[in-house]
């Protein structure tokens, strides 16, 4: 067992105790384990490798003949490295090495994903779960994952799958095409790519969601918004929305809590605002961490002025998790209060998430402010939109509507 020793100041990559970052070789403590073979750890050690994330030389286990997947989004280096180019984090991989994300591997100078095929997670949610709260209410979503993420949120509530490798489970293969045959049999509205992240596994998104298209079932995903632009583009064509969450508008939250970039995160919402998917935003209130006021105000404002009023904003309730067990959960009142701040900043739909019962979960018509969509947690109560329009004034409700 080796112990990963932190992540790089310059590039936030992880890299093992003793060596460096191949950009920087700078490190900051950490605690994100993983497991190399002591054979391939003293002969990378012995040539003097300095790793992103070294792993084994196995693939994902018992994947058929035929079936190991290239990756889409990477160029070759000098030397037989490769810098993937999925997200932004732009990992430089050796040959028998890993990315952060644990799930792409470079073999003889290419990249491949050891996850696609491979769903360690596979569910009938409805839709409200995600949360979708404009996106074909009372349906339900096919929802599945893989393994891995490009981020270590410390209150991850699904950190026993998104921090793990594709050693750690061992999922039967189903191609896309099963997949999509199963969303269709199931009764499902859409496909939802959700519980870890998408953009670790995003060839597979694309082909299933491809896929069911041609079963007539949408895909929507749940990401943190952590990808490249050009990625993020290949993508779009088969989905029919994008949920992102925004840990928070500060970066030191994001490198002290999550391991990642704000700035990368915010060019990924103006990309879906300027392509016209639809999208909504989830914002999970860390009492004291995230919640102030002038960071609320500072977020609101600047999804108004950069994404437009329309745009629905969930503020969610913290519930301890992961490495954050010594956290209390939100208060409602600070959720409230958030729900208030954001509707004084111009933005009309604004909900308040895991509260079942409270008043913020329901759609009010900015127009007549009658109630378009009653809640109950996932459960939807009353629906008074029809064609996309309020019945009561026929004022037009932005969303994904039968």
């Known amino acids: 067992m080796t112990r990963w020793a932190g992540h790089c100041h310059s590039c936030f990559r992880v890299v093992p105790a003793g060596s460096g970052c191949y950009n920087a070789g700078i490190m900051t403590g950490g605690d994100k384990q993983s497991v190399v073979t002591r054979r391939r750890f003293l002969a990378l050690a012995g040539a003097g490798a300095a790793a992103c994330c070294l792993r084994g030389n196995v693939f994902a286990a018992g994947a058929p003949a035929g079936e190991l997947h290239e ?73 599945l994952a893989t393994v891995g993420c490009n981020i270590c949120c410390k209150f991850c509530q699904n950190w026993d799958i998104s921090q793990a490798s594709p050693e750690d489970v061992t999922p039967a293969y189903k191609s896309p095409e099963e997949i999509a045959v199963s969303a269709r049999k199931s009764g499902a509205r859409t496909m939802a790519f959700t519980y870890t992240e998408p953009v670790v596994f995003a060839e597979y998104v694309r082909d299933c969601a491809a896929a069911g298209k041609k079963e007539g079932i949408e895909s929507v995903m749940v990401s943190n918004g952590f990808i490249t632009g050009d990625a993020l583009k290949s993508m779009l064509p088969v989905l029919k929305a994008v949920k992102i969450d925004l840990k928070s508008f500060s970066q030191e939250f994001y490198a002290d809590v999550c391991g990642g970039q704000l700035q990368p995160v915010l060019d990924t919402l103006k990309r879906l605002a300027g392509a016209g998917v ?5 914002v999970l209130l860390v009492p004291s961490m995230n919640d102030g006021a002038a960071e609320i105000k500072k977020m609101s404002g600047w999804v108004v002025q950069e994404l437009g009023q329309d745009v629905p904003v969930h503020f969610s309730r913290f519930h301890p998790q992961y490495k954050m067990r010594n956290i209390a959960q939100t208060p409602l009142e600070t959720l409230q209060r958030a729900r208030r701040l954001a509707m004084e ?58």
């Open 278 to 282: 639809w999208f909504e935003i989830v």
């Open 71 to 143: 990756a889409s989004f990477y160029e070759p280096l000098a030397g037989g490295r490769i810098r993937c180019t999925l997200c932004p984090r732009g990992c430089v991989v050796p040959e028998g090495g890993r990315g952060y994300c644990r799930v792409r591997e470079n073999r003889g100078g290419k990249y491949y994903s050891l996850v696609y095929g491979r769903p360690c997670a596979l569910n009938l949610d409805p839709i409200e779960k995600k949360p979708f709260f404009h996106v074909y209410p009372g349906s339900k979503a096919f929802s």
């Open 345 to 402: 900043a111009g933005l009309k739909f604004v909900y308040i998430g895991n509260v079942p019962g409270e008043e913020g979960q329901h759609t009010l018509c900015p127009a007549c402010k009658s109630v378009l969509i009653r809640r109950y947690q996932y459960s939807i109560l009353e629906n008074n939109i029809a064609g996309g329009l309020c019945k009561s004034c026929k004022a037009k409700i932005p969303g994904v509507w039968e």
